[in-house]
Nanobody, 124 residues
Framework: VQMVESGGGLVQAGGSLKLSCTSP????????MAWFRQAPGKEREGVSC????????YYRDSVKGRFTISIDNAKKTLWLQMNSLKPEDTATYYC??????????????????WGQGTQVTVSS
């Protein structure tokens, strides 16, 4: 495990959670960083990413306006603020490093470094 996520849990619909991702090994500086999620029985999907210089952010349509990605390179910490959570946001959330995140291609599932995941459950 190269990165560690935290902040997941059980929340009611409409609530908020803030996920964090840290790493003692991976230097976030210079890497594009991303959040993915995978619900039971479904494929892993990209949720959000931030480019290495912070100039570009991507959000999948279903989370736009509700989720915010941010990063502190000095602290080697990536965050995902999740507001107005919906039951369909229920999934295991993973942070990932060093993949594609740009205006031309968006967020691709080509990240080589992953965390172990944190469970987010949203009750209706």
């Amino acid at each position: 495990v190269q990165m560690v996520e935290s902040g997941g849990g059980l929340v009611q619909a409409g609530g908020s959670l803030k996920l964090s991702c840290t790493s003692p090994r991976v230097d976030f500086d210079g890497y594009n960083m991303a959040w993915f999620r995978q619900a039971p029985g479904k494929e892993r999907e990209g949720v959000s990413c931030i480019s290495w210089n912070g100039a570009y952010e991507y959000y999948r349509d279903s989370v736009k306006g509700r989720f915010t990605i941010s990063i502190d390179n000095a602290k080697k910490t990536l965050w995902l603020q999740m507001n107005s959570l919906k039951p369909e946001d229920t999934a295991t959330y993973y942070c990932a490093a060093a993949g594609t995140c740009n205006a031309n291609e968006g967020l691709l599932n080509d990240y080589p470094h992953w965390g172990q995941g944190t469970q987010v459950t949203v009750s209706s």
